[in-house]
């Protein structure tokens, strides 16, 4: 099944510098990387996504990086707010019959210094 | 549309009692998934679903059961709760995988068995 790593686990910036998280995946077939924030208490919501055949997406301050080769992409938020303080979580999900799981990397919990 | 929709929002369990969570959704989505997540960690599947009449195994399936009778409902039993099984659990739903991924989720339902 997939394996879905992220790093870091924390990470703390000063705000209006940038954040950036890494994950990697193991399964080649996945096609499909979603990024999800989760304030505490609260549900995850999804803030961006990317396919297998594009390599960069950007929300206005929200960037993904997609290396299928390498196997790794990448949240990076720029002009850090405090709001953006929450958990971030990175997932894989591939579209065959049978990989339609939507596996979760452990999340980095982001602080931004005022 | 309400989207997801899980009920209880907080239930406390004694060890050994049972219990179902109920998750409904009203976007008519195929695909449905029970995750829990323990506290500081991520998310973990239970069980999902890929339509009506079908369920599989996630990555933590033991101590669960679950049932899709319709498109609409999914949802989780606890037999025998245990204190491992404290955690909140997030019930989601999305399209199939081919015709479109972003993963919806409901509000979480907070569990304690003590």
């Known amino acids: 099944g997939e394996n879905v790593e992220q790093h870091p686990s924390t990470l703390s910036v000063q705000e209006g510098d940038s954040a950036v998280i890494k994950c990697t995946y193991s399964?080649?077939?996945?096609?499909?990387f979603p990024w999800y924030k989760q304030e505490l208490g609260k549900r995850p919501q999804l803030i961006i996504d990317i396919r297998s055949n594009v390599g960069e997406k950007k929300d206005q301050r929200i960037a993904v990086t997609l290396n299928k080769t390498a196997k790794h992409f990448s949240l990076h938020i720029t002009e850090t707010q405090p709001e953006d303080s929450a958990v971030y979580f990175c997932a894989a999900r591939g579209s065959n019959f049978g990989n339609e799981k939507l596996t979760f990397g452990t999340g980095t919990r982001l602080t931004i210094i005022p | 549309n309400a989207g997801v929709t899980q009920t209880p929002k907080f239930r406390i369990l004694k060890i050994g009692q049972s219990m179902t969570l109920q998750c409904t959704q009203d976007?008519?989505?195929?695909?449905m998934y029970w995750y829990r997540q323990d506290p500081g960690m991520g998310l973990k599947l239970i069980y999902y679903?890929?339509?009506?009449?079908?369920?599989d195994k996630g990555e933590v399936p033991n101590g669960y059961n679950v049932s899709r009778s319709t498109t609409e409902d999914f949802p989780l039993r606890l037999e025998l709760a245990a204190p491992s099984q404290t955690s909140v659990y997030f019930c989601?739903?999305?399209?199939?995988?081919?015709?479109?991924?972003?993963?919806?989720f409901g509000e979480g339902s907070w569990l304690t068995v003590v």
């Open positions: 679903s890929v339509g009506a009449g079908i369920t």
């Open positions: 976007m008519n989505h195929n695909y």
């Open positions: 989601a739903s999305s399209y199939g995988a081919r015709s479109g991924n972003t993963i919806y």
């Open positions: 399964d080649s077939a996945s096609n499909y």
